[in-house]
């Protein structure tokens, strides 16, 4: 018994000597690829996608070694983030076991199994040579409103949980990181930056311990709500300034601006009449799996099938002939001259514009440096002879001019197209709204007269569908189909495919036929209820109009009849703002209430006899 007790003593010494040399040797190890990590391990970039705190994903199985980080402890409880447990207060779990886990098992300790797994994750699987460049790493941090993606890079000029701490503490203080967003679990952190899981988790200890984190037990760690506001980012001492010349500032929207009562606002369709549940049913049809090559770059001159349809639609409804090759197909009437003056336009050419006209088209050219010149409108439209000698483009509303509603007669659209041949210009018509004609059938478009190649003829569904629909196009001679496709290539790529698509059978389908033809009846009722409404104020000129969306009357003092109207609920638009030395009203008739209709022109009528009474 005392040999066997003296062996077996010495079996035991000589255990306990390994496992401290094991110990050491550990030791050893992990500060070499502490130190090892900080030069050697090359640049990358990692995502981490978490769930929202709302809700985690179930755990792996529990007992199973080697698994990634699933939010679970490695007995199947759950993570809460700082690497402890449910039902386990104290310390940050740093892979090793808690106290008094080290019983002896078979031979081996749970606490030599614990510490090898932390090994083989601490010693780096490959050595390449030092970068010059800091280790950058994006981490996703996830709460019931979304994820923000932040970016830690550990540059080896401060400890990595230094490093840690100051990231994660100036996105917080700069409102990267909002109230409430949960962050990754340590090992997770740690995996991504390569570092040990302990510095991370100590990191996270140190923002717990000073409030900017709130550990909560089987949930994870959250950015708690200091008391501190964000930090505002020190704007330079010499900001970025737009190039010289550049005086354009966005306009407000329809869509960006509460809707007034009553709502005489021009250029907006009545989106109640629109066939949603067809057109949902087209798109969602376009969008199943692999449906004309998502994952392929398309033609940026548009979707084959809409360039048919739309020369097809065109044939019978503005009778033009036009072939798939003659449409390009854009992201609505504005992007379509955005291509041609981007084609056509050398800084310092002249653009001749109506005189009242169409503000944006007159922003849009002048943005591109050219000089824009307004030219006057009579009763039979654009005023030939007023035409600048060198303008280089002419953009016109022959079918219905805007903001005034007149026809181009046919002698002055013979004698702008003569024009235009003489001076070798070109010729840009914007037929944005003569599907809704409410008596005349349309003149024949500049684009049908033209036998010289001067027109480029611009539409767009923006009033016939929806401006949310984002589709025009262009017909456009042979000469500039190919600079007008690459210049849409240059700047957006192509359009979406899928709405193209679908829109390509709603008009095959006949199904825009049917919808323009129950809005021309909705939209021409109104428009006899504002004429006559308006015929009947003293003092009102209506301009004669039988197409589009809106009417004019022209009448003085209208920019305080606006404004006061605007205080009464009735939003209708000054003549003024057109860049016209007449003054009047716009009245738009397609996002009024018809059940409104008459009571808002009725107290406009009472604003404008109480304006002349003043």
Not at 351 to 361: F, K, M, Q
Not at 508 to 534: C, F, N, P, S, T
Not at 582 to 596: E, N, Y
Request: net charge neutral; hydrophobic share 40%.
């Amino acid at each position: 018994m005392v040999v066997g007790g003296a062996a077996e003593l010495a079996l035991v010494t000589l255990l306990l000597v390994q496992r401290e040399a094991r110990a050491g040797d550990m030791e050893t190890i992990s500060g070499v690829a502490e130190s090892q990590r900080a030069t050697t391990v090359p640049p990358r970039v990692v995502r981490v996608r978490l769930v929202p705190a709302a809700g985690r994903p179930g755990c792996a199985d529990p007992g199973v070694p080697g698994r990634a980080d699933d939010g679970c402890a490695d007995d199947g409880r759950v993570d809460d983030g700082r690497g402890r447990a449910d039902g386990e207060p104290g310390r940050v779990d740093d892979g090793c076991p808690a106290d008094g886990a080290d019983t002896a098992e078979g031979g081996s300790s749970a606490s030599s199994r614990a510490t090898g797994a932390s090994l083989r994750g601490l010693v780096p699987s490959d050595v390449r040579p030092a970068p010059s460049t800091p280790i950058p790493a994006i981490f996703s941090v996830t709460s019931e409103n979304g994820h923000v993606d932040l970016i830690i890079s550990l540059d080896g000029t401060d400890g990595t949980t230094v490093q840690v701490y100051r990231a994660i503490r100036r996105a917080i203080a700069d409102g990267r990181l909002p109230v409430g967003h949960r962050l990754p679990a340590t090992r997770v952190l740690a995996a991504d930056l390569g570092v040990a899981r302990n510095s991370v988790a100590t990191a996270y200890e140190r923002l717990v311990a000073e409030g900017s984190l709130v550990a909560r037990t089987g949930s994870g760690t959250f950015v708690a709500p200091v008391a501190t506001a964000p930090v505002p980012r020190r704007a330079p001492a010499d900001p970025l300034r737009p190039r010289a010349g550049w005086t354009f500032d966005p306009l407000p929207t329809s869509a960006g601006t509460p809707a007034p009562r009553y709502d005489f606002r021009t250029g907006i369709p009545d989106a109640r009449l629109f066939p949603f549940e067809s057109w949902r049913r087209l798109v969602a049809a376009e969008l199943r799996l692999r449906a004309h090559d998502p994952g392929g770059y398309a033609d940026p001159a548009g979707h084959p099938a809409l360039r048919s349809a739309i020369a097809r639609y065109l044939g019978y409804s503005r009778s033009l002939r036009a072939g798939t090759d003659d449409v390009l197909v854009t992201n609505g009437a504005q992007h379509a001259l955005d291509l041609i003056g981007r084609v056509l336009l050398r800084p310092g050419d002249v653009v001749a514009v109506e005189e009242p006209g169409y503000p944006p088209a007159r922003r849009l050219f002048a943005s591109q440096g050219a000089r824009v010149v307004g030219v006057p409108v009579d009763a039979e439209g654009l005023v030939v002879d007023a035409l600048p000698r060198a303008a280089r483009v002419v953009y016109t509303t022959p079918s219905h001019q805007f903001p005034l509603g007149r026809v181009m007669s046919v002698a002055r659209r013979q004698a702008l197209l003569d024009w235009a041949a003489r001076r070798q210009a070109a010729v840009v018509e914007d037929d944005y709204d003569t599907e809704f004609r409410f008596s005349a059938r349309p003149l024949e478009p500049l684009y049908g007269l033209d036998g010289t190649g001067r027109v480029l003829y611009v539409g767009t569904f923006s009033k016939t569908m929806l401006p949310s629909v984002r589709t025009g196009f262009v017909l456009a001679p042979a000469a500039l189909r190919g600079a007008l496709a690459a210049a849409r290539q240059l700047g957006d790529g192509f359009g979406q495919i899928a709405v193209q698509a679908a829109l390509a059978r709603f008009i095959d389908e006949g199904q825009l036929a049917r919808h323009v033809r129950r809005a021309v009846k909705a939209y021409a009722a109104r428009h006899d209820r504002i004429v006559a409404a308006l015929r009947a104020c003293p003092g009102l000129e209506v301009v004669p109009s039988a197409a589009g969306l809106h009417v004019t009357a022209l009448a003085p003092g209208s920019a305080r009849t606006v404004a006061a109207a605007a205080a009464r609920g009735v939003a209708v638009e000054d003549l003024g703002a057109y860049g016209s030395d007449s003054t009047g009203f716009v009245f738009g008739f397609g996002a009024i209430d018809p059940a409104l209709l008459d009571e808002g022109l009725g107290i406009f009528g009472e604003v404008l006899r109480r304006g002349r009474e003043a």
